[in-house]
C-alpha cells in the first residue's frame, strides 16, 4: 500500500502581477512549488502529481520530470482540479493521497507527517491539517461535534458571527482514504452560484456518509499561509528568512545585526562563525568554524573552509580553503578553487581556476582559466588574457612566482617555478624557471614634444 500527493499548481494569481504561473513566483529565491514538492518529500511522499494551469509550460518545464502533473484547462474549482489527477490517483488505491495547495511554502514535511500518524491512528477516511491562527478572518472555519470530530468546514462568507470568532482554520491541505477520495469526487456537482467544484464537497459527503472525519491541529499556525500578491510573498520570505536564521544563531552562529541577511534552508555554517549585515547565503553552500562573512557578500553553492574573511565577496560554484582572505569587492565565478592562507584583494575577479596555498593577488587583477602554483604574488593590474575570440586557454604559473604589476599574460602560456615577470610586460611566451621577462619596448624621451606641439593643457 503506498500514498501519494497531489499538488494544486493551476492558479493565475493575478495579483501578482507576474508573467508566470502564482507557484513559480519566490520565496527566499525559490519557487513556491518547489518548497510545497520537498515538504511532501520530508514526509516521504515521494509520488507526486501537479496539478498545472496558467502558463502551464512553463511549469512543467520547471518541473522537468521531477514529478507527474495533469493539466486544468479551465479552473472550475478545486474538486475539479483534483478531478484532472484521477488516473494518477487510481494507481494508489488502498493507500491514501494527500492534497497540497502548491502556494503555501510554510507547509512542512513534520506537519504531513504527524497527520498522517494520526489519519492512520485514528481510522479517518478525511483528515483535515487545521491550524489556530491569530487572525482568521478569509479562512474557512473547523467545526467540530461534541466528540471533536470534524462537523463541517465553513467558509468566511457563509459563516455566523459565533463561527467567525472560531480560530481554528482549514489549511487547505487533506489526507484522503484514497478510495474515499476517488469515490466523493465522482459525486461532486457544481450547483453552486460560482459553477465550480469544490474539494470541501468530498469532506461534506464523507461525513453524510458517516464515514469519519477530524482535523488535526498543526503546532505551527503558519502552515496555513499562502501568497496572493507581492505583499502576503514578503510576509512570507520574512517568516521564513527568520526560522532559518534563529536555526542558525541556535546552532551557535554569530548574527549581531539580522538587516539585509538570507540564509537559505540548505546552507550549513558552523560555529562562531560571524554573518555581517547585507550577506545572502544560499543554495548548497557550506561554510566552516571562526569565519567573517560580509558585510554584503553572496555565495550560492560555495564552500568554506574554516578562520576565513570574505568582505564583500560573491562566489558561485567555489571552494575557499581555510586561512584565507578576500576582499572587499572580490568575484569567485563557478569553478573557482581557492587554496589555505590565500589572499584576494580589492577588485579581483576569479573565473574557472585554481590558485594554491599561499599566494597573493592583491588588487585590480583578472584571473581567468588559470593554475596559479603555491606563494605566487600578482601584482597589481594584472591580467591573463584568455579568450583569443574563439577559445579559452589555459595560463600556468609554477610556485613562488611574482609577477610585476600591470603583466598581460597571453595564454596559452606557462611560467615555471621562481619566475619573474617585470612590471608592464605583455607574455606570450613561455617563461623558464628562475627568469626574470621583460617584455616592453625601452623607454624614449622626446625633449620639448610637448611645447613643439602645443599639447600644454589650460590649468584654469
Known amino acids: 500500500m503506498k500514498n501519494c500527493a497531489v499538488i494544486l499548481a493551476g492558479g493565475q494569481g493575478k495579483r501578482m502581477k507576474s508573467n508566470k504561473p502564482k507557484a513559480l513566483c519566490e520565496v527566499l529565491f525559490k519557487p513556491m512549488i518547489d518548497w510545497t514538492i520537498d515538504a511532501a518529500g520530508d514526509a516521504e511522499v515521494d509520488d507526486i502529481c501537479v496539478v498545472t494551469g496558467h502558463l502551464h509550460e512553463m511549469l512543467e518545464e520547471h518541473l522537468a520530470g521531477k514529478t507527474k502533473t495533469a493539466f486544468q484547462a479551465e479552473r472550475l474549482g478545486t474538486g475539479h482540479a483534483v478531478m484532472q489527477a484521477v488516473d494518477f490517483i487510481e494507481e494508489f488505491k488502498g493507500g491514501n493521497t494527500l492534497i497540497l495547495n502548491g502556494d503555501c511554502p510554510l507547509m512542512d514535511g513534520d506537519t504531513i507527517q504527524n497527520a498522517l500518524s494520526y489519519h492512520e491512528r485514528h481510522g479517518n477516511a478525511v483528515t483535515v491539517i487545521s491550524a489556530n491562527v491569530e487572525n482568521p478572518f478569509g479562512?474557512?472555519?473547523?467545526?467540530?461535534?461534541?466528540?471533536?470530530?470534524?462537523?463541517e468546514i465553513v467558509e468566511e462568507k457563509d459563516a455566523t458571527p459565533k463561527q467567525r470568532a472560531i480560530n481554528e482554520v482549514n489549511s487547505g491541505a487533506y489526507w484522503f482514504k484514497t478510495d474515499v477520495l476517488l469515490d466523493t469526487l465522482s459525486k461532486i456537482t457544481n450547483k453552486n452560484k460560482q459553477h465550480e467544484y469544490y474539494l470541501t464537497d468530498c469532506i461534506e459527503i464523507a461525513i453524510q456518509n458517516g464515514l469519519q472525519t477530524s482535523a488535526f491541529t498543526a503546532q505551527n499556525p503558519d502552515v496555513v499561509l499562502g501568497a496572493n500578491d507581492r505583499i502576503q510573498l514578503l510576509d512570507l520570505n520574512d517568516k521564513l528568512r527568520y526560522k532559518f536564521l534563529q536555526e542558525q544563531m541556535l546552532a551557535g552562529v554569530d548574527?549581531?545585526?539580522?538587516?539585509?541577511?538570507?540564509?537559505?534552508?540548505?546552507?550549513?555554517?558552523?560555529?562562531?562563525?560571524?554573518?555581517?549585515p547585507g550577506t545572502v547565503l544560499l543554495g548548497d553552500t557550506k561554510i566552516g568554524k571562526n569565519c567573517i562573512i560580509g558585510p554584503n557578500s553572496y555565495l550560492t553553492d560555495t564552500v568554506v573552509g574554516n578562520d576565513v574573511v570574505l568582505d564583500n565577496v560573491v562566489a558561485e560554484q567555489s571552494k575557499v580553503g581555510s586561512g584565507c582572505d578576500l576582499g572587499p569587492f572580490v568575484h569567485l565565478r563557478p569553478c573557482s578553487q581557492i587554496g589555505k592562507e590565500v589572499h584576494i584583494g580589492n577588485f579581483v575577479e576569479i573565473k574557472n581556476s585554481t590558485i594554491d596555498n599561499g599566494t597573493k593577488v592583491s588588487h585590480l587583477t583578472y584571473v581567468g582559466d588559470s593554475d596559479l602554483g603555491k606563494n605566487i604574488n600578482m601584482g597589481c593590474g594584472c591580467v591573463t588574457v584568455n579568450f583569443d575570440g574563439q577559445k579559452k586557454h589555459r595560463t600556468v604559473i609554477g610556485d613562488g612566482t611574482f609577477i610585476g604589476c600591470n603583466t598581460n599574460l597571453?595564454?596559452?602560456?606557462?611560467?615555471?617555478?621562481?619566475?619573474?615577470?617585470?612590471?608592464?610586460?605583455?607574455?606570450?611566451?613561455?617563461?623558464?624557471?628562475?627568469?626574470?621577462?621583460?617584455?616592453?619596448?625601452?623607454?624614449?624621451?622626446?625633449?620639448?614634444?610637448?611645447?613643439?606641439?602645443?599639447?600644454?593643457r589650460n590649468m584654469e
Not at 479562512?139 to 462537523?151: E, N, S
Not at 548574527?255 to 555581517?276: A, H, K, M, Y
Open 410 to 456: 597571453i595564454s596559452p602560456v606557462k611560467l615555471g617555478k621562481f619566475a619573474y615577470t617585470a612590471a608592464g610586460s605583455t607574455i606570450y611566451e613561455d617563461v623558464p624557471d628562475y627568469t626574470l621577462a621583460i617584455a616592453r619596448n625601452r623607454q624614449e624621451n622626446k625633449v620639448g614634444w610637448v611645447k613643439k606641439k602645443n599639447k600644454i
Open 139 to 151: 479562512y474557512g472555519r473547523i467545526i467540530r461535534d461534541a466528540g471533536g470530530f470534524l462537523k
Open 255 to 276: 548574527i549581531p545585526c539580522s538587516e539585509g541577511i538570507i540564509i537559505g534552508p540548505d546552507v550549513e555554517i558552523g560555529t562562531d562563525t560571524r554573518i555581517l
